[in-house]
Structures are given as C-alpha cells and as structure tokens.
C-alpha cells in the first residue's frame, strides 16, 4: 500500500458515509438545526463535486481514456479520485520514461 492510498481508501470511506447521511436526511429528515445544515451542506458536496468532474475532465482527457464510470466515481468521491487518477497517471508517465 503507497503512502498517498493510506489516505484515498479512509477517505473514499468517509465521503461514502457522508452521502449516505445526507440523502438519509432527505429521506427522513432529522431533528432541528442539524437537517438544516445537512441540507446546505448537500447542496454544497453537490456543487463542489460537479466543480471536481469539470477539473477531471480537463486535466485527464488527453492523458487517460475516460468513461462514464470514471466520472461518476469523482462526482461520488471527489478529491479522493482527483488524487487516484493523479497518482494513475504519475506512474503511466514514470513507465513511460
């Protein structure tokens, strides 16, 4: 396991149960305060995450074959995937050289 997965798979982790909460919240909202700001708070793992699949799409178009799939997992992961790929690509380019 390299140095920077020890960070991307409890991260993955966390950013799963954050969602998870947030759309539990829509579901069956909770007490008070707390669905208020799990409401702001989706809107803006919403608005952040579709800012990152922009970012994956510019970066990493001309130097990985991409698919939906591909998109979906930095929509649903973010910056975690951001650094996936980064680190896919790095060694692709060490390979290569």
């Known amino acids: 396991m390299t140095f920077i997965n020890f960070f991307i798979i409890p991260g993955k982790a966390i950013t799963l149960f954050a969602w998870l909460l947030m759309t539990y919240n829509l579901i069956q909202p909770f007490e008070g305060n707390l669905a208020v700001i799990l409401y702001i708070l989706f ?31 930095v929509f649903a992961f973010g910056i975690f995937s951001l650094l996936s790929y980064r680190q896919q690509t790095l060694l692709s380019v060490n390979k290569g050289k």
């Not at 793992?45 to 990493?60: A, E, K, P, R």
């Open 43 to 73: 809107a803006v793992t919403l608005f952040m995450h579709g800012f990152q699949v922009v970012i994956f799409h510019t970066l990493f178009k001309s130097q990985l074959t991409l698919r939906k799939s591909d998109y979906l997992n």
